[in-house]
């Protein structure tokens, strides 16, 4: 969701700040892509980060999603989150043109492609099961597989969640894709409001309506 | 790399360099006030186009990719700036990504000498400028509000209906009238109703950066619909130097390179010539054209070309209201008001505007709560519904910012285009008065913001000023008008004073940046401009 600040307008654009540190987590996992990239920004994405991505593993990735996004939405939901951020992930273009309207004069890029470090992340969680209670993972519990999250998020801030490409972590990544959706503000909110989403202007004058008892798991 | 050989001629009545909002409006106005041909020269090319913006918006929402494909040459930059600058150089210029935010100056802004014995008065007075405001409005489709008279003179009425007072904005105007403060809607350049062949606006929130149904006026709707057998827009094409007759002072030609990869040279021949490249590229262009004639560069005999930069700041503040609001129902729509700019006479100068938002600052979600613990699942959903509820606004002051003569524009030899050409070196500087004033203004700000909490029964939840000096909001000068040209670049219509068939349009010329967004002024002031033009 757009968050305003001081000037004329709000900005979802990750801060320089966030670039770098985002940055200097994503070296270890994608320097070749940084490298790479680095000579020639605007002919990067198509030829070498995309054709270098690292897929996801699905399997890690829908485990990690039941402890970390809300159960109340459902299997069904927590599936629908985690198809639509594995898109996003996939759809991602490195090193794209930031928006530069205001605020600073100089060109800036996106970060390199966060997938590496984000499955290097999954398979970490998987040792780190591995290691703290001799099973995988995917075989823990839900309790237990949170004990593991938990542990892995130990030094992560949480004040305010970060925008989905600043998260330094993959589990705070796919909560806070999730949570920058239309339907997750309208279900913290509790009425029909839709943030960022296209709609008639005329109904703006109105109360936005609740969302139904029974919705409320339904939709992601 | 400086490209030789025989240049590409072109011959044209009008030429004007630049294609930005101001530059839009003139030649609308010319085509219409005139039969003379009109040639537009543009540095850069045609951006996204609107078939594109529906997946421009969706990856800036996704990932804060720039919407705006091609939009700047790498070695045409100015430095010193941050804050109300954008290097984007291209079809529509800035106001591409403009926020449709289009409010008019204040009478007062014309006559702060004579008011309240500080700056400089402009050359005319805002009832002068009222018809090309006017012109302007309709020409963008603005959509505003009637507010209350004493507060917003204006001729006629609004060209569009206003874009409602939402749910959220509603709440909060009943909280600004218990504070005692008027607001109303703020005008805006988007459609409030379909409007010239464009959509109804869909509060789909990202009118900065782009709108993806038309409905916010950009520039490239005016040159989509201009005919082109009297328009002819030349793009890719840089003018680097405007040549004077040595001994008139008229403008014979201009010449450039295309800054396509063949960088061939072009000159341009014309009868007027137009600077309307906004506040940084017009006095850049003159200072650039020095000869033996004009050592200074051209227009440039009161020493005043790059000086005067002027613009505001602002403090702008979060304030938690018991009330209910819904963050997200059009986030980038305000309430507005000109009570503060429209003060009496003063001990102390303070002039600003008032704006009012929803927003959701504070109210987003985490992932620890107050005790440390994670916050995932349920357990992250539950604590976001409690701090989602209640209400946040912000609020926000423009105040006005009085400019130094050394507030200035220079050469910086030591950056330099393809070509050579030094790149443009920006310093604001505030007016002895505006710089001891400063302190107090602010704190007069923040005062008006803690009264306002106050009087909602609510907190500040925080404050802050403009985040630094490196520039000013919605800037203007370097070329400013007056009637005397030891003073002044320009006279009260434009025309430099040194060559007659010279004109500057728009931003540049203001004497001073007024207290709210600028761009509807930057137009209407051009407007005049090419109303003299068209004169003859």
Known sequence: MHHDHGNEYGSAQPSRRRFLKTAGVLTVGSATALTAVGCDPKASSETTARAARVPLDRSLLDALAVVVLPESLGADGVKQAVDRFVAWVADYDPVAEEMHGYGYADIRYLPADPAPAWQAQLTALDLLAQRSTKTGFMALSPAQRRDVVDAALRTQRGDRLPTPLAATHIAVALLAHWSSSPAAWNLALGANVSPTSCRTLNEAVRKPLPIAPAAKGATV | ?536
């Not at chain 2, 543009?42 to 529906?54: F, I, N, Q, S, Y």
């Not at chain 2, 539950?382 to 009085?402: E, F, I, N, S």
Request: one cysteine or more.
């Open chain 2, 1 to 536: 790399m400086t490209q030789t050989g025989k240049p590409t001629v072109h011959e044209t009545d009008i030429c004007i360099i630049g294609s930005g909002i101001t530059a839009a409006m003139m030649a609308a106005h010319l085509v219409e006030h005139t039969n003379r041909a009109i040639l537009v020269v543009e540095a850069g090319t045609h951006t996204t186009p609107m078939r594109d913006r529906t997946t421009a918006r969706a990856r800036y929402v996704a990932y804060g990719e720039s919407p705006w494909k091609s939009d700047h040459l790498d070695d045409q930059n100015a430095t010193g700036m941050t804050w109300g600058y954008s290097p984007s150089m291209h079809v529509g210029g800035l106001a591409m990504h403009w926020g449709g935010v289009a409010p008019r100056y204040s009478p007062e802004d014309f006559r702060v000498r004579s008011l309240y014995g500080v700056g400089d008065d402009w050359p005319f007075t805002y009832e002068e400028l009222d018809p090309f405001y006017q012109e302007a409005e309709e020409r963008m489709g603005v959509a505003g509000e009637q507010g209350p008279a004493a507060l917003d003179p204006r001729g006629k009425p609004y060209p569009l209906p206003p874009l409602p007072i939402n749910y959220n904005l509603a709440q909060l105007q009943h909280w600004a009238t218990g504070a005692g403060i008027a607001t109303w809607s703020t005008p805006s350049a988007k459609n409030s109703v379909p409007h010239a062949g464009r959509a109804q606006c869909q509060r789909c929130d990202t009118c900065y950066p782009v709108c993806p149904t038309g409905a916010k006026y950009s520039p490239d709707f005016t040159w989509d619909a201009l005919p082109t057998n009297r328009v002819t827009l030349l793009t890719e094409t840089l003018v680097r130097r405007v040549e004077a007759d040595a001994r008139t002072g008229r403008i014979t030609h201009v010449t450039g390179n295309r800054t396509d990869a063949s960088g061939a040279p072009v000159e341009i021949r014309a009868t007027q010539f137009v600077l309307a490249a906004g506040f940084v590229w017009s006095p850049h262009l003159l200072l650039l054209s020095r000869s033996a004639a004009f050592p200074n560069g051209l227009a440039n005999r009161s020493g005043l070309v790059g000086r005067y930069l002027a613009g505001h700041r602002n403090v702008n503040a979060y304030l938690r209201l018991p009330m209910e609001l819904f963050p997200g129902i059009n986030v980038q729509h305000s309430l507005v008001s000109k009570q503060f700019m429209r003060p009496g006479r003063q001990s102390r100068y303070l002039r600003h505007d008032l704006r009012i938002w929803e927003s959701s600052v504070g109210r987003e979600p985490r992932l620890r709560a107050d005790d440390g613990s994670l916050l995932v699942g349920d357990a992250m959903l539950r604590d976001w519904q409690q701090r989602a509820k209640g209400a946040t606004a912000r609020v926000r002051g423009y105040y006005d910012v009085l400019p130094d003569r050394d507030s200035m524009l220079t050469l910086d030899a030591g950056r330099k285009n393809r070509w050579g050409d030094p790149m443009p070196h920006v310093a604001f500087k505030d007016a002895p008065e505006s710089a001891a004033l400063r302190e107090w203004q602010e704190e007069s700000l923040r005062e008006l913001f803690r009264r306002m909490a106050k009087a909602g029964n609510g907190e500040i939840l925080r404050m802050e000023n403009s985040a630094n000096d490196l520039g000013q909001e919605h800037p203007t000068g370097g070329c400013r008008m007056g009637t005397d040209p030891a003073t002044s670049v320009v006279d009260a219509w434009g025309r430099a004073h040194d060559h007659e068939n010279l004109w500057v349009a728009g931003a540049p010329t203001q004497p001073t940046a007024s207290c709210c967004n600028g761009t509807l002024t930057f137009a209407a002031v051009g407007l005049r401009t090419a109303h003299a033009i068209a004169r003859g």
